[in-house]
């Protein structure tokens, strides 16, 4: 399995396993519904393949959580109000 390394700026995440991936030189890639993916590896790119989209709602999901993680967090710091109501 070659995955790309650390010394090439990581612009993407390989929507299966999550890794930070390069756009640089040899990306290994995929195009679904008119969008590009970008593969840490071509295992990963094939496992893709199989069903996009069950990938597309993971990566719906976990950014989802992100966000309302974030939003618990900042409220949190801020009782609830922001800087300038303060």
Known sequence: MN???ANKKSNHKDPVCGMDVSSENNAITATW????YYFCA???RKEFEKS???YKKKNSFFL???WN??????N???NGK???CG
């Open 3 to 5: 995955h790309l390394h």
């Open 33 to 36: 519904n008119n969008e590009i």
């Open 42 to 44: 071509e295992h990963c």
């Open 52 to 54: 996009p989209e069950a």
């Open 64 to 66: 989802t959580r992100w």
């Open 69 to 74: 993680n974030y939003l618990k967090r900042l």
């Open 76 to 78: 949190k710091v801020t």
């Open 82 to 84: 922001p800087k300038c």
